[in-house]
C-alpha cells in the first residue's frame, strides 16, 4: 500500500493559508514495501496540495549534529520487488498560471543539519515487472517555488535497475518551473 504522513490540502471555497510558514525541526517520515505479485507503491513524507499558501517550509536542524538523529529530517521510502516513488517534499497542486496561484509555496529553506531524504530501493532489480523506481527530495509541480536555501542535505538515492528500464533519483524537480528559481 502507499504512504502519506501529511497531506495539506484546501478547495476553491475553502482556501488553506498558513501565515507564518510550516516549521518542522522534528520527524516527517513515510514509508512504503510493495509485495510480489503485487503493485507499484509511492512514499510520500509532505504533500502540499490545490489552495493552499505557505510563505515557506523551513526544515531546521536545531542544535543537532548533522546526520546523528531525527531532528529537522523530512524522508519517505519505499522498497519490496515491485517498485513504485518515494517523495520527500511534494508541492503537487495546481500549477501557478495567470495572476492568482491555486497553490503557492514560494519559499523552501533547509537549514544546516536539516535533512530532506528520498530513497527507492528494489529486492530485484531485474524483475522486467519493475518499470518506475523513482526518489525525489523535493518535487514541485505547482510552479511557484522560487527560492531553495539548502544549508542542509537534500538527498535522492534508487537502485541501479538491470532490467532494461532506468531507475530515477532526483534531489531537486522542478521541471514544470518557468517563473524561475533561485537556488
Do not use: M, W
Not at 41 to 70: C, H, K, M
Not at 122 to 141: H, S, Y
Amino acid at each position: 500500500k502507499s504512504s502519506h504522513d501529511i497531506i495539506i490540502s484546501g478547495a476553491a471555497n475553502q482556501t488553506v493559508t498558513f501565515l507564518g510558514g510550516f516549521f518542522n525541526s522534528g520527524l516527517i517520515s513515510a514509508q512504503a514495501t510493495s509485495i510480489s505479485p503485487g503493485n507499484t507503491v509511492n512514499a510520500t513524507a509532505l504533500e502540499i496540495d490545490s489552495y493552499v499558501t505557505i510563505p515557506e517550509i523551513e526544515v531546521s536542524g536545531q542544535s543537532a549534529v548533522a546526520g546523528t538523529n531525527s531532528n529537522g529530517v523530512i524522508s519517505a521510502s519505499i522498497n519490496g520487488p515491485e517498485g513504485g516513488t518515494a517523495t520527500a517534499i511534494l508541492i503537487a497542486g495546481q500549477p501557478v498560471s495567470g495572476t492568482t496561484p491555486v497553490t503557492n509555496v514560494p519559499n523552501i529553506t533547509i537549514d544546516t543539519g536539516a535533512r530532506v531524504l528520498a530513497a527507492a530501493t528494489t529486492t530485484d532489480p531485474t524483475n522486467k515487472a519493475v518499470t518506475q523506481l523513482q526518489a525525489i527530495g523535493i518535487e514541485d509541480r505547482s510552479n511557484s517555488l522560487v527560492s531553495l536555501n539548502n544549508a542542509g542535505t537534500i538527498s535522492a538515492t534508487a537502485t541501479p535497475l538491470t532490467n532494461g528500464f532506468t531507475s530515477v533519483a532526483h534531489a531537486v524537480d522542478t521541471s514544470f518551473n518557468s517563473v524561475g528559481l533561485n537556488f
